[in-house]
């Protein structure tokens, strides 16, 4: 089951804390009532000088942007319209009042105002590349369909491609024994290709839409082939939204596995998820799923049969910005139910990453580039000991990764990706104790 697991890429979450001193905390009780106060105080001064003098348009600016940052975005809309009364030659105004309209979802008044903005033949480069990209979203908001692909492919390496624990030293029926190397720790190389496809037909303007995902994994070992993998997942339900800037979706989920080119496991289910935007921060989104896995023996896994059951996941995903910084993150609780109760376990894990990119020109032309590096930790606690193993001892594994991914644009929506991963599990039992390195190497294309 572990293959399948790593097949998933994951999202990150990232916990931030703060710390502060008894003292410090009591020197600061009394001052947020007066800096709020101050604050809008500034905010009625501001109103008063902008009501008593129109015209100053130094004065109707600041006041807009003190609106904004309170979140009275009728009030900055107000005072920017004032201003181009005075003067209709400021592109800024017209990019700024195209932004407020657009977080209304006002969409047709914000591409009036953008289109406006960059009409003047010296308009600021910069203020065009704002402005496109809003049309660009603008135009994708309003579609009656959105469809969007992403894929990738490549070549990869494994110093331990079958997992195989790190010592030969191992147990069984509760003694220890010696494993034949073959079923130890075995580096090879696999090819491999992964898609992921979404589809969201709209319903109306608010939001509502009937969505599909669509999630392919196929990997073929040169030697290990025992261990080819392949996977498909679809995720088909409505999404009704609430306001504007959140929503919850109801949703089927089915999937069919393969490992060693026979039938691993087929799964069916569904889910209920909960997304919310943090203003410009970024996006949280929940969920729960609960699936129903039929596990198939085969010749390479005889016993595979065995873990047929339940399976009940909970997670939290974020993707959040703060200023230059930004991380996503997921943090999750897993729940089986397997037939044989040695293959029931509880799973907790965190993982998280923190993309940061930037421009470089590449022969004359700018590049886009990321990097991002990776750390995630997991504990799975297993409900009974398998008496094959060992009759006397739970099975109980903790689990590191490490790693990080590169992405460089090559043309448009064409890139080549570079991933890193090392992963190290300390179990319980010197069965499951292991690690491996992996690299990858690999184009990628978005649609």
């Known amino acids: 089951m572990k293959f399948i697991q790593t097949a998933k890429v994951a999202s990150v979450l990232l916990t931030m804390t703060a710390c502060c001193s008894g003292a410090a905390a009591q020197s600061t009780t009394s001052s947020p009532i007066s800096a709020a106060s101050a604050v809008q105080q500034d905010y009625d001064a501001l109103f008063q000088q902008m009501y008593k003098n129109p015209s100053d348009l130094e004065v109707s600016f600041k006041f807009a942007e003190q609106a904004v940052k309170r979140g009275d975005y009728e009030a900055a809309i107000g005072a920017l319209e004032r201003m181009l009364f005075f003067n209709p030659n400021l592109p800024r105004v017209k990019l700024e009042l195209g932004v407020l309209y657009f977080k209304l979802g006002s969409y047709e008044l ?11 033949a010296d308009a600021p480069d910069d203020i065009r590349a704002q402005v496109r990209a809003y049309l660009t979203e603008i135009d994708r908001r309003l579609a009656r369909y959105e469809f969007s692909v992403f894929t990738t492919a490549g070549l990869r390496y494994q110093t331990n491609a079958n997992l195989g624990p790190s010592s030969l030293m191992v147990r069984a029926l509760g003694q220890d024994a010696i494993l034949n190397s073959a079923y130890g720790k075995n580096p090879d190389w696999n090819m ?11 319903i109306g303007t608010r939001g509502d839409a009937i969505e599909a995902s669509f999630l392919g ?12 993998l392949g996977l498909v997942e679809l995720v088909v339900g409505p999404r009704i939204a609430i306001g504007q800037n959140a929503s919850f979706k109801l949703y089927g989920i089915g999937d069919q596995a393969w490992l060693g080119d026979a039938t691993y496991f087929s799964a069916g289910g569904g889910g209920v998820s909960a997304r919310t935007a943090l203003g410009d921060r970024g996006i949280l989104e929940a ?11 085969s010749s390479n896994f005889p016993t595979a049969g065995q873990q047929t059951g339940d399976l009940l996941s909970a997670v939290v995903t974020s993707d959040l910005r703060f200023g230059p910084l930004h991380w996503t993150a997921r943090a999750g609780f897993e729940q089986n139910r397997a037939i044989f109760d040695y293959y029931s376990y509880k799973r907790y894990s965190i993982d998280m990453a923190f993309p940061y990119g930037f421009i470089l020109p590449v022969f004359g032309t700018p590049h886009r580039f990321v990097i991002a590096p990776t750390i995630g930790f997991s504990w799975a606690n297993f409900d009974a000991p398998n008496p094959i193993v060992d009759p006397f001892q739970v099975r109980n594994d903790r689990e590191q990764r490490y790693g990080a991914i590169f992405d460089a644009q090559v043309y448009r929506n064409v890139g080549l990706r570079t991933q890193i991963l090392y992963t190290k599990i300390d179990s319980s039992l010197p069965n499951y104790t292991t690690d491996n390195f992996s690299v990858s190497i690999g184009p990628t294309a978005r649609f």
């Open 110 to 120: 914000a591409r009036s105002y953008f289109q406006e903005a960059i009409k003047a």
């Open 192 to 202: 491999f290709q992964t898609l992921t496809a979404n589809y969201a037909y709209k």
């Open 217 to 228: 994994v196929n990997s073929r070992q040169y030697r290990l082939n025992q261990f080819n």
């Open 287 to 297: 969920f729960v799923e609960q699936r129903h896995r039929d596990f198939s023996n």
